[in-house]
Nanobody, 119 residues
């Protein structure tokens, strides 16, 4: 079984920064993708950024140039550095792990951490 635990959310003023962390435990396949998604009130969950086990990254257009995703495979951690935060970044941020093997994918989610950008 896989567990994902997020931390680092909070209240920040517009233009500020936050760093989210996600600690993974359990069975993590050698080929996987870890990522961050977010869900604002009344909206669907959306992709923020992903990073493959090989280090390839992908970002939503809305966060390119402001957010940076990284991972430490030895520590089973994934991070999201968020700079130049905007009120529209306010959401619950979820960590995701997608294990990939033999053409099948297995998705796991954390419980979420609230990020509020407000003055």
């Amino acid at each position: 079984q896989v567990q994902l635990v997020e931390s680092g959310g909070g209240l920040v003023q517009p233009g500020g920064s936050l760093r989210l962390s996600c600690a993974a435990s359990g069975s993590i396949f050698s080929i996987n993708v870890m990522g961050w998604y977010r869900q604002a009130p009344g909206k669907q969950r959306e992709l923020v950024a992903t990073i493959t086990s090989g280090g390839r990254t992908n970002y939503a257009d809305s966060v390119k140039g402001r957010f940076t995703i990284s991972r430490d495979n030895a520590k089973k951690m994934v991070y999201l550095q968020m700079n130049s935060l905007k009120p529209e970044d306010t959401a619950v941020y979820y960590c995701n792990l997608r294990n990939i093997r033999a053409g099948l994918t297995y998705d796991y989610w954390g419980q979420g951490t609230q990020v509020t950008v407000s003055s």
